[in-house]
């Protein structure tokens, strides 16, 4: 590189027919560092530098009263960190000091990894420091290293499970996925796994393996296998092989793994209810029991999945469910399917809802025609009445005019004789 012009950048190591996805940066070149031994270690009288692993706080304490500078960069790996010791070197402080104190403080997340360096009265030290990996949500607390001698590494490895089961537990025939978080600071890229069985035996995992899926991340060391649960399964161990050594450090995770079993149907496997159209609020049950896990239930009529609707209402809880029908029309009749499965069987349940015809549209409208029709008749009844009275007025009317005339005829005859 000397020789070169411009030897500055970024360098790949490219391996001829290989896969570009396989490329990775080796080495990185920037101008203006060079390296030194920057391990500064002047402590006199009660100057002190120590961590509190509850507050994740580096704190460094001068002689006198006034505070000391503490500044703090953080970097990923050793010789990264080595090349930027120079930038330590220079004046400053980012940590926090405190008035009446002769302390300064700088966080300190887990998994962290840096160097930093504290100069004030009777204080001047320059130290590379990386974290283990505890975790806060748990209250954990990890130690902070500041000598590769003095670090632990299962403290620096993290083996995680992802997509934990609500239940919690793991089990037979579930599908787990387990990480391997391994500090880059610490540990090189290369990590193995190892399962162990209850009868002692030990199964190295690799490439070969049908459930084995490598993956590397920028700022961490982590690889993720895939495991089909059985009973018969003990622990899970992580190996990452320790930086430039020929040192392995591992993490075991025992797994805790419970018998399966398959959900059964509580009560008849067909149920048949009747329903009125218009009716309001009607709700079918599906419930299941002895499942391990909880099975995962679904709805289904005309072979389509049933979903909350502006009608349709569907409820799931702890092996059970419900379909609720806010109004009941003609086109909930159907059969509906519940289905119900986890890993150890599937099962499954009908129920059919009817209709029913009387009580649909046409029963009331053949009521409303028979009340048309009485009316009609009534009507007509009192029409034919009606007609009938007017009749025999009009008779009685022209029989009086009849018997009128015919007695002043009479009355006449007998005049002229």
């Known amino acids: 590189m000397p ?5 500055f950048g970024s360098y790949k190591c490219l391996v001829p027919g290989g896969d570009d996805d396989d490329d990775f940066v080796l080495l990185t070149a920037v101008p203006g560092i060079e390296t030194k031994n920057h391990q ?3 402590l006199q009288g009660n100057a002190s530098f120590s961590f509190d692993p509850v507050l994740r706080q580096i704190k460094c304490c001068a002689t006198g009263s006034k505070p000391p500078n503490l500044r703090n960069i953080y970097c990923e790996d050793p010789i990264t960190c080595e090349l930027r010791e120079v930038y330590v070197m220079q004046s400053g402080n980012n940590g926090i000091k405190f008035k009446n104190s002769s302390c300064t403080v700088d966080r300190v997340y887990y998994r962290d990894s840096g160097v930093f360096r504290c100069k004030g009265d009777g204080i001047d030290v320059v130290r590379h420091f990386f974290s283990g990996y505890g975790r806060a949500e748990e209250n954990e607390t990890s130690p902070l290293y500041f000598s590769w001698q003095d670090a632990d590494p299962s403290k620096l490895i993290d083996v995680l499970q992802h997509y934990r089961p609500t239940s919690g537990k793991i089990y037979s025939n579930q599908t787990i996925y ?3 978080d391994a500090s880059y600071y610490y540990f090189s890229e290369g990590v193995h796994w190892a399962l162990k069985w209850r009868n002692k035996t030990v199964q190295y995992l690799n490439e070969s393996f049908t459930a084995y899926q490598g993956s590397y991340r920028r700022s961490e060391v982590m690889k993720t296998v895939k495991l089909v649960a059985d009973m018969e399964m003990e622990s899970l161990v992580c190996y990452a092989p320790v930086w430039n050594t020929t040192d392995w450090g591992s993490k075991s995770h025992e797994l805790k793994i419970y018998q399966s079993a398959p959900p059964v149907i509580v009560g008849p496997v067909l149920e048949e209810f009747r329903y009125a159209v218009n009716q309001t609020n009607v709700t079918i049950f599906c419930m299941a029991e002895n499942g391990k896990p909880n099975p995962i239930i679904r709805w289904r009529k005309n072979n389509r999945v049933v979903i909350t609707d502006s009608n349709v209402i569907v409820r799931r809880s702890n092996g059970s469910s ?10 909930t009749q159907g059969d509906y399917k519940c289905l119900v499965g986890n890993v150890a069987g599937k099962t499954s349940k009908t129920v059919r809802v009817i209709i029913d015809v009387s009580s649909s ?4 409208a053949s009521i409303s025609i028979t009340v048309i029709v009485v009316a009609a008749l009534l009507a ?12 025999k007025k009009i008779i009685d009317h022209l029989a009086g005019v009849v018997f009128r005339d015919m007695s002043g005829t009479q009355s006449n005859q007998a005049n002229g004789r």
């Open 178 to 180: 387990m990480s391997c």
């Open 380 to 391: 007509g009844m009192g029409l034919l009445v009606w007609k009938m009275k007017l009749q």
């Open 3 to 7: 020789q070169m012009d411009d030897p």
């Open 40 to 42: 500064n270690n002047v």
């Open 322 to 331: 419900s379909l609720t029908f806010k109004r009941v029309s003609h086109d």
């Open 361 to 364: 549209s046409w029963g009331a």
